[in-house]
């Protein structure tokens, strides 16, 4: 069988069934990762000759694929966003980010170190990339596509679970990075925080997080200004050559500068792209761009899937014990659902929208690029079974929050409807809490 012609074809169908799916799908409880997921199991078990899609042995190419998945959904994140950053206006993304991904991170290390019997260093990466929100399969319970709304008119543009869980899944997708880099230190240096708490605190968190929010913001100003702002009669604005690829440009652009000053890019892209949505809000480009980087997500996101269904089917979880499944069950129905619950007080959320900010905390493929970045970067014990728990949590994940995103998101918004209605309110608004 020629390798190449199959990979083609594979390649064709892929990108097709992403452009199709989400159109197919409709209002089934099925999401486009629950089937790519299938698909990949399939193909690596009914298709002889492929080679086995082995994280451990291909690392560098799980980190870099997995990488510019990421990089690509917090961009898109960024720019979907209609309300403006603040304090208030973004309380639940800081109580989420402040409480309950702490919260997340000490209840699985204390879990991998009591449970699955692993040592500090490990349990505190497991818990690392375990913790946050994946903003790349949480696409079923994020935001949509950018609106042109005008400053005053953001109150109706988004929900509350929506809004929370999409710059939840920008931020702290960054923000898991310190404690990964506590991890390695740990493997490298010993647990006892003399030989690396300083350096981790001073470089590790403060330096690469404060480049990484400076380099994103100097990016997203200049880019902002080029689209929206330059005077120029000839060749001037871009926004007005609705140039979808630039996307990419920007993404590329704020990652890797923040990268090259040491800082976080992760971060830099988010804040990127909130502040060229920041520049011009009520711009279509902001469409353009968008939808792009969309397409592209799509894109990365089913090759991804497919290799993590096929790395299923040939053995990625063959490591796992009885206690794995169960530590999996507990962090994806209980200690991600506790810890949202715990860190969002009344303050205006409806009793359901606070649940479904709580349950849908999605692991995905920043789980994946974390574990395989701290593997190339360190040595941990027992990665093979680092990496079973890991693909058991995402493909959970996957199935789980796939089965009910579309149903629970549904009730959700007819209830909202009609409360709205009820209280004298378009139906459409957004701003009712449920």
């Known amino acids: 069988m020629d390798a190449s012609a199959l990979l083609y074809s594979a390649a064709g169908a892929a990108a097709l069934l992403a452009a199709l799916l989400p159109r197919l799908l409709g209002r089934l409880p099925v999401s486009m990762p629950m089937v790519f997921l299938g698909l990949g199991a399939l193909a690596f078990l009914l298709v002889p000759g492929l080679p086995a899609p082995d994280p451990l042995r291909h690392a560098t190419v799980t980190e870099r694929l997995t990488e510019a998945g990421v990089i690509v959904a917090l961009f898109g994140a960024g720019l979907a966003l209609d309300r403006p950053a603040g304090w208030r206006r973004w309380s639940s993304t800081w109580l989420l980010l402040a409480v309950t991904m702490p919260l997340t991170i000490v209840a699985t290390a204390v879990v991998g170190v009591s449970l699955l019997g692993l040592g500090v260093a490990s349990a505190v990466l497991l818990a690392a990339l375990l913790a946050p929100t994946d903003p790349v399969l949480a696409s079923d319970v994020q935001v949509g596509e950018p609106t042109d709304v005008d400053e005053g008119d ?173 530590a999996a069950l507990l962090l994806l129905l209980v200690v991600r659902p506790i810890a949202g619950w715990v860190a969002l007080p009344g303050g205006g959320r409806g009793l359901r929208d606070r649940a479904v900010i709580a349950f849908f905390g999605v692991r995905g493929i920043g789980s994946i690029y974390y574990l395989a970045y701290a593997l190339t970067h360190a040595r941990f014990e027992s990665p093979d079974r680092l990496w079973a728990v890991t693909g058991l949590v995402v493909t959970l994940s996957v199935v789980l929050h796939g089965v009910t995103a579309t149903p629970v998101m549904r009730a959700v918004d007819r209830r909202r409807a009609r409360l709205a209605a009820e209280r004298g309110k378009d139906p459409r608004s957004r701003d009712v809490p449920v």
């Open 154 to 326: 953001e109150g109706d543009s988004e929900d509350e679970p929506r809004f929370a869980l999409t710059s939840e899944a920008g931020l702290n997708d960054a923000l898991a990075f310190p404690f990964v880099y506590a991890a390695i230190a740990m493997a490298e240096h010993g647990a006892a925080p003399s030989g690396w708490l300083g350096r981790w605190l001073g470089v590790d968190v403060a330096w690469r997080c404060a480049a990484g929010a400076a380099a994103g913001y100097a990016v997203g100003r200049l880019l902002g200004r080029l689209f929206f702002r330059t005077r120029r009669r000839r060749g001037g604005r871009l926004a007005e050559e609705a140039e979808g690829f630039v996307a990419l440009a920007c993404t590329f652009l704020a990652y890797g500068l923040a990268e090259l000053a040491a800082g976080y890019g992760f971060v830099a892209v988010f804040v990127c792209a909130c502040t060229i949505r920041a520049a011009e809000r009520a711009h279509g480009y902001h469409g353009v761009l968008h939808g792009f980087t969309e397409q592209v997500e799509r894109l990365l996101t089913a090759g991804i899937l497919l290799l993590l269904g096929g790395a299923v089917a040939r053995g990625l979880l063959e490591p796992l014990r009885t206690v794995d499944v169960v």
